[in-house]
């Protein structure tokens, strides 16, 4: 090794020595801060004082989410309307229940209907000790299915004082023509064994797994035998309900899906009721298997999905889960074991995808809802593009926070100046560079300029249009043109070093340190296209949790949970886990140098707005997936650079901008989003049901 070498790996050395100490230092003090306010806490909550004034504090908690669910409500006039629209939401839910079963002449004539493929769909269902209401209810759902060509397969693993199991399925078995197959089991297998069991007896072409106390909606064969022959689905799936009191009219969570989503899998079993799937998709392995027990549908979920050649969901509510003492529907805690076998399932699954060094932790949505953190291969560069006038104020709150708080120290920040005007900002700009900004634009290397011309020189490209700081971390591109937000960014990832490019606004602030590995992580994948963070406005109200095409009153795009508070857990857990969105704000947008240069970067004729949606739908036309993570957080003092587009001439330009989108994207915005439920309302952010 030559002795320049050796000095140069000394010093980088010695550098990546400083900034792990530096990172120690800082973990070792936010641990002190924490230990500090843990203490505080625990001193508060043993305080006789804190103890007797619970009622009161809990009085106070119930005005306080009454009042959120209002909506802060502005008067009379306001209240009244949320009212009306809440009574029209509760009718709505109504409407799912046995409103929505088909009438006698429906019902007849779904079951004359011939199709192209009239597939046999073996429905299995273990039982145990099944209370015999239950078991009536769940056997009379099948019985009144309007497709016919099903048989069930049942294997019963009750004990000797619940008998009568077996006698209500023999009672049943007479008066099914042979469709329905009954076994008593020498022992109780628990649930993987004993539906492994089903399994055995079953000679469908499709299989189906429906639990021992639920109820099936009477359409819903028909509705997956229709999919079948449309769609050649080889795996299906539909929206649930839970209920109480043995009456399904009785909701307590209706879960309206997305359409297959990777990362909701593997963060939660979203799918879970009614799967059904070809029997060739399971090519001789197990169905369950007993080693997941508890998870052992999550588990079979994830592999088949993977080997599935097209994953239907019906978007309609067609299983009604019994919630009662003892089940799952009445809380994860009735069957803690399920979270262990959980984790299990997913590492299985994440390892068959050749990914190590995971880790999986349960979020504060629910036990079974996770966070997983992935390796970083390697240290990737990443470009940060800030266009920017003025505002000299949010640009140096931005540029702070990612230079104070970020703990992954491979990027670059590039700054697309675009006509300032003020003294405060060149002067932000040379304290940014090193050397006086305005001298060095103007191609001058005087002692003005703090530094001489030769030096200025090399900081600069031949064409003049980028100047780069003292120790290269940031630099200053010019763009002279109007202000167009696509053409501004392009400009900067043409000069961007980095291997991934994160477009990032001026108005934005770093809250978690480790926001770019958190971005990065997904954005390394080979199946992703745009990964993008959580963004909260200074009140911390949510003002970016995804976008969902089609929302909002241009029917162009939305963000869902908008103006949300902080610490709402969001529709099914959803502002707890990161999960796949058709598009992602390009107010903190990463994505491959690459993949952005393929899709042609962002179309400039959409200079302002619809540009970051734009770029998103074209990364999914590539198959690719768009990732949103709420483990990547940042404030978002939106529009405060540029203003907001609801009057004058930035209305009129965000009118033509939405119509070119709607023109552009018609197909797509027909289809509807696949992550967004068609039985929500396009109307609002917060998951409100449809009431046309």
């Given at each position: 090794m030559t002795e320049v070498a050796e000095i140069d790996y000394r010093e980088a050395y010695e550098k990546e020595h400083v900034r792990c100490a530096d990172l120690s230092d800082r973990v070792v003090l936010l641990e002190s801060q924490a230990e500090d306010l843990q203490f505080q806490l625990d001193r508060i909550r043993q305080n006789k004082l804190w103890k007797i004034s619970k009622p009161a504090r809990s009085l106070f908690h119930f005005l306080a989410r009454q009042k959120e669910r209002l909506g802060h409500c502005g008067g009379p006039r306001d209240f009244l309307r949320k009212l009306a629209a809440k009574k029209r939401q509760r009718a709505r839910m109504a409407s799912y229940g046995t409103e929505s079963f088909p009438t006698p002449e429906q019902a007849a004539v779904q079951r004359e209907t011939k199709f192209e493929r009239m597939v046999k769909i073996s429905i299995l269902v273990p039982l145990w000790n099944t209370p015999a209401k239950f078991l009536r209810e769940m056997l009379d759902s099948v019985m009144n299915q309007t497709y016919p060509n099903w048989e069930l397969c049942l294997a019963d693993g009750s004990d000797e004082e619940h008998s009568y199991v077996g006698e209500i399925c023999e009672e049943y078995r007479r008066q099914s023509d042979g469709r329905i197959l009954y076994r008593k089991l020498a022992k109780n297998e628990g649930i993987a064994g004993n539906t492994n069991r089903c399994y055995e007896m079953s000679t469908g072409e499709y299989i189906g797994l429906f639990?021992?106390?639920?109820?099936?909606?009477?359409?819903?064969?028909?509705?997956?035998?229709?999919?079948?022959?449309?769609?050649?689905?080889?795996?299906?799936?539909?929206?649930?309900?839970?209920?109480?009191?043995?009456?399904?009219?009785?909701?307590?969570?209706?879960?309206?899906?997305?359409?297959?989503?990777?990362?909701?899998?593997?963060?939660?079993?979203?799918?879970?009721?009614?799967?059904?799937?070809?029997?060739?998709?399971?090519?001789?392995?197990?169905?369950?298997?007993?080693?997941?027990?508890?998870?052992?549908?999550?588990?079979?979920?994830?592999?088949?999905?993977?080997?599935?050649?097209?994953?239907?969901?019906?978007?309609?509510?067609?299983?009604?889960?019994?919630?009662?003492?003892?089940?799952?529907?009445?809380?994860?805690?009735?069957?803690?074991?399920?979270?262990?076998?959980?984790?299990?399932?997913?590492?299985?699954?994440?390892?068959?995808?050749?990914?190590?060094?995971?880790?999986?932790?349960?979020?504060?949505?629910?036990?079974?809802?996770?966070?997983?953190?992935?390796?970083?291969?390697?240290?990737?560069?990443?470009?940060?593009?800030?266009?920017?006038?003025?505002?000299?104020?949010?640009?140096?709150?931005?540029?702070?926070?990612?230079?104070?708080?970020?703990?992954?120290?491979?990027?670059?920040?590039?700054?697309v100046e675009n006509n300032s005007e003020t003294e405060e900002i060149r002067e932000y700009y040379s304290s940014l560079l090193g050397y006086d900004y305005a001298c060095a634009a103007a191609g001058e290397g005087t002692e003005t300029a703090g530094m001489p011309k030769k030096e200025i020189k090399s900081c600069r490209p031949k064409d003049g249009g980028c100047l780069r700081s003292r120790d290269g971390r940031a630099a200053i591109i010019t763009y002279r043109g109007q202000f167009n937000y696509s053409a501004v960014n392009n400009l900067g990832e043409r000069y961007a070093s980095g291997d991934y490019i994160l477009l990032l606004n001026n108005d934005t602030e770093v809250i978690t340190s480790n926001w770019l590995e958190e971005l990065l992580m997904y954005a390394q994948r080979e199946d992703v296209g745009a990964v993008g963070a959580k963004l909260y406005y200074p009140d911390m109200t949510i003002q970016h949790a995804g976008v969902v095409i089609g929302l909002g009153a241009h029917r162009t795009a939305g963000h869902t949970h908008y103006k949300v508070p902080k610490q709402n857990l969001g529709y099914m857990g959803r502002l707890c886990f990161a999960q796949d969105v058709s598009a992602v704000t390009g107010a903190c947008l990463l994505v491959k140098k690459r993949l952005f240069e393929e899709v042609g970067g962002l179309d400039e004729e959409f200079a302002v707005s619809l540009n970051d949606v734009d770029l998103c739908l074209k990364l999914r036309e590539k198959g690719l997936l768009n990732v949103w993570t709420p483990f990547a957080e940042l404030y978002h003092y939106e529009s405060v650079s540029r203003g907001l587009d609801d009057q004058g001439e930035r209305a009129e330009r965000y009118d033509r901008e939405s119509e070119r989108f709607r023109k552009k994207w018609k197909e797509a915005l027909e289809a509807g989003d696949p992550y967004y439920n068609p039985n929500f309302s396009l109307d609002r952010s917060d998951f409100s049901l449809r009431t046309d």
């Open positions: 639990d021992h106390d639920d109820i099936l909606h009477p359409c819903v064969l028909f509705e997956y035998v229709k999919a079948i022959n449309e769609q050649g689905a080889d795996y299906l799936y539909c929206d649930e309900t839970t209920f109480k009191s043995g009456n399904i009219n009785k909701m307590l969570t209706m879960h309206f899906k997305p359409d297959y989503a990777p990362d909701n899998l593997r963060a939660n079993n979203y799918i879970c009721h009614f799967s059904v799937f070809s029997r060739e998709l399971l090519d001789g392995t197990e169905l369950f298997r007993p080693n997941f027990d508890g998870s052992q549908d999550h588990d079979m979920i994830l592999r088949l999905t993977d080997r599935a050649k097209k994953v239907v969901h019906v978007p309609k509510l067609m299983y009604y889960w019994r919630s009662h003492a003892g089940s799952v529907a009445a809380g994860i805690e009735a069957k803690p074991y399920a979270v262990k076998a959980a984790v299990g399932a997913i590492s299985d699954h994440l390892r068959a995808h050749g990914m190590e060094h995971f880790t999986i932790t349960s979020t504060r949505a629910c036990e079974t809802i996770f966070r997983i953190r992935y390796q970083i291969i390697g240290n990737p560069k990443i470009t940060i593009v800030i266009p920017n006038k003025d505002h000299a104020e949010d640009l140096r709150r931005c540029v702070s926070s990612i230079l104070e708080k970020s703990t992954y120290d491979n990027y670059e920040i590039l700054i």
